[in-house]
């Protein structure tokens, strides 16, 4: 596999000299600087930060997926709302010292909002943002950091996920699919229960297959595609002929499995039939298990900016459309039994007639 690189660096037009921060042992920046030497402030003076401070999860920048999805709403905050912005990328084999370390540098520097893109970062944001009170801090996938000024960004994956299953049940030819999660923890447990259910909705006789890559997010269970391939492999070797993963960087090697033997992928948190790294197997692309981490930064990112800060725990699911399931890939589209069948599980849920599972 080729080795990701820690540090990527972009440049925008500015009218002043770019900000640059000084890569350490916590990880390297990804993108650029401050727009100006008034860190970004709006025409009212309200905004006095340099802009958004994010830092990216395990598999960083490029994964695809889960680190994609909050780099489009990164960039949409910085192109709307006219500020600057600075991304971090993870390093090889940190410790949590060095996330915090991540953290406290984007905040020491003036960015705000600063959000960690992932769980990982809890302990980090708890202790940063006590030394912080003026700056508001986002924490994606974690409710358990309770601060003033911290907004814990949570979705309900398990939504998105009964969707994919009730899909995959109705794709596929044999009565068989399969599940593959990243890491054996909580939150990717969530995303097992809800296609488990879907899948059993439709027919609890179908076969599901069910694998985790790793038992801890360090052993590279996020950000090995080899790993996600050989999953793959393995579980259509077994006779699964529609594959769902929520594995980050290392779905790349399950949608590349399973579209070189010509069965469904399904895709997880971006749309990854449009995912460019994929374009030689999206026509195996199903759909993917939507999750806007995207529209959750910009939505932080924007209520600091206009000086109305957001904080507390902030839920998304079917019902506000931050989690759902895409229907880009025309030959989904064209399997009108699968979107009728998908869009009614929609409407229950969102009706309340089903409440999904986020524990296996």
């Known amino acids: 596999m080729r080795r990701r690189r820690v540090s990527r660096i972009s440049q925008v037009a500015v009218t002043v000299a770019t900000f640059a921060l000084v890569a350490s042992a916590c990880g390297g920046t990804s993108s650029d600087a401050a727009k100006d030497d008034d860190g970004g402030k709006k025409g009212d003076g309200t905004y006095g930060g340099k802009g958004i401070g994010l830092a990216y999860d395990i598999g960083g920048r490029g994964d695809q997926s889960f680190n994609d999805a909050a780099f489009t709403g990164y960039e949409r905050a910085r192109k709307d709302l006219k500020i600057g912005g600075i991304a971090m990328e993870p390093g090889d084999g940190e410790s949590s010292a060095d996330k915090t370390q991540r953290i406290e540098t984007l905040a020491r520097q003036g960015y705000n909002p600063v959000i960690g893109v992932g769980f990982v970062y809890a302990p980090a944001v708890q202790e940063v943002a006590k030394k912080y009170p003026k700056i508001t801090f986002g924490i994606v996938d974690d409710d358990t950091v309770k601060a003033d000024n911290v907004a814990d960004l949570v979705f309900h994956e398990e939504q998105g996920s009964y969707l994919a299953g009730v899909a995959a049940a109705k794709a596929t030819k044999v009565k068989h699919v399969g599940f593959i999660g990243g890491v054996d923890i ?25 694998r985790y890559l790793t038992e801890k997010p360090e052993e590279g269970g996020f950000a090995s595609p080899d790993k996600g391939q050989d999953a793959a492999s393995g579980q259509l070797e077994a006779g699964a002929d529609v594959l769902y993963h929520a594995a980050g960087l290392s779905g790349q090697g399950v949608i590349q499995e399973a579209g070189s033997q010509k069965k469904w992928a399904i895709g997880v948190d971006s749309d990854q039939y449009k995912q460019k790294a994929l374009a030689k197997y999206k026509k195996y692309i199903l759909g993917s298990a939507l999750k806007d981490v995207g529209g959750a930064v910009y939505d932080l990112t924007k209520s600091v900016v206009e000086g109305k800060p957001m904080t507390g725990t902030q839920r998304y699911d079917l019902k506000s459309g931050r989690v759902g399931f895409s229907d880009a890939n025309p030959a989904y589209r064209d399997m009108k039994d699968v979107v009728a069948a998908v869009e009614k599980a929609k409407k229950d849920i969102v009706d309340g007639k089903v409440t999904v599972k986020t524990r296996p």
């Open 186 to 210: 909580p939150i990717i447990h969530k995303f097992e229960a809800g296609f488990v259910q879907g899948v059993k909705s439709v027919d609890p006789k179908i076969k599901i297959e069910k």
